[in-house]
């Protein structure tokens, strides 16, 4: 709709801003999350594991790279989400990059190892949706 000197009405301008952020890419509205992990095996056996995963309190910098979607399975809390696949997470973590330490040690025949995967403390973007949420590492 004109005004009467020729130009568009304001509210109309407003209203189409709105529009085109609300259709946006959902990851300019994704949270971010510091998320670690360690998987230690002590002669082939699962030894220790521990997840950690917190609120960034500050906005990190960077671009994603990579994504992975998963099944939220009724739940807003991202430690029980990524646990509930564990697979699918760590399959993603092995693709996205782990450091791993080995030892191996024999003595009077008996050999002993220990093995340690590590996910250094690393941002992610991650986006809630009502069926899935898409968790993507910053690099």
């Known amino acids: 709709m004109r005004s009467r000197d020729g130009n568009h009405s304001f509210t109309f301008s407003i209203s189409s801003v709105i529009t085109f952020f609300l259709l946006c890419s959902s990851a300019l ?10 998987y230690s095996i002590k002669n ?20 994603t790279y ?27 973590l092995y693709k996205i990059g782990l450091n791993i330490k080995h030892e191996e040690e024999t003595l009077n025949s008996v050999n002993h190892s220990y093995t340690v995967l590590t996910l250094k403390t690393t941002c992610f973007k991650v986006d809630f949706n009502d069926n899935s949420v898409r968790i993507a590492p910053l690099k």
């Not at 509205?29 to 360690?38: G, H, T, V």
């Not at 521990?50 to 609120?55: A, G």
């Not at 989400?81 to 564990?86: D, E, Q, T, V």
Request: charged letters at 30%; a positive charge; one cysteine or more.
């Open 66 to 92: 990579d994504s992975l979607i998963l099944d939220p399975q009724k739940s807003n809390d991202l430690k029980k989400i990524l646990l509930s696949n564990k697979e699918q997470f760590t399959n993603f």
């Open 44 to 63: 082939a056996t699962l030894y220790n594991e521990t997840l950690y995963v917190s609120k960034a309190m500050k906005k990190c910098h960077g671009k």
């Open 29 to 38: 509205f994704a949270d971010e999350y510091l998320i670690s992990y360690r």
